[in-house]
Structures are given as C-alpha cells and as structure tokens.
C-alpha cells in the first residue's frame, strides 16, 4: 500500500502532522512569523528556510496497482514476466520476447483494509 497526501488547509501549530510543502510530505522545525524552517523527513541536508506555504495534511492509503504478462514456454510451462507500473508497458513488453508465446496480461489492484467487506 502506498500513501497520498490529502491537503487539509493551511497550516496551523496545532495539527500534529503530517505537513505538506509542495506537494511533499515536510517535517516543521520551527515557525518565524511567516518564515518555516523545515526539512524532508530521513534527511540529512538540513533546514529549508521558507515563506509560510505549509499546508496540513493527512496520508491517505491508496491501493497499489500493476500489470505483468503470462507467457508459455516452448515446453509447455508458462513463465510471468517483470512487474510494470502501466499496462502500456506491459503490452511493449511482448516485443521484447519473441521467442515467448504471449497468453495474457495480468492486471494487479491492491486491496485495502475495509473494502469489498
């Protein structure tokens, strides 16, 4: 499962986390009137100075997805191929196997916890 920033609004010292500072998830240091001092969360390049732009967020679970293909084997056996991000690039895929009898590409939704209950 991945993780997605819903923004909440504009920041406000009372909201525990997590931050949002273009887009990306923000670790808030400090706050100087309408000058933040943050950082990348694991990070070791230090401190950002910036403008207040700061929003509250929340992560929000998004289900991982992919494609990947079914090929049979010239002794009968079937082999799966690399995983891909984008069916697009699952179906270039089959170019690159020649020599492989393409049966089918699979496509992979995550399940999240409380759905399909």
């Known amino acids: ?5 819903k ?5 406000t010292p009372e909201h525990e986390g997590p ?3 273009n887009g990306e998830v923000c670790v808030v240091h400090a706050v100087l009137g309408q000058l933040a001092f943050i950082s990348r ?3 070791n ?3 950002i100075a910036c403008l ?3 929003k509250n967020a929340e992560e929000v679970p998004q289900p991982r997805e992919f494609w990947f293909n079914e090929y049979l084997r010239a002794g009968g056996s079937a082999v799966l191929s690399f995983v891909h991000e984008t069916e697009t690039k699952a179906t270039n895929e089959r170019a690159d196997y020649p020599t492989l009898n393409w049966i089918k590409t699979i496509h992979v939704r995550e399940v999240l916890p409380g759905e399909g209950e």
């Not at 499962?1 to 920033?5: F, I, R």
């Open 45 to 47: 390049e230090g401190f």
């Open 41 to 43: 969360p694991e990070s």
């Open 19 to 21: 931050y949002a500072f």
């Open 1 to 5: 499962m991945t993780q997605k920033l």
């Open 7 to 11: 923004i909440l609004g504009p920041y």
């Open 52 to 54: 207040l732009d700061i």
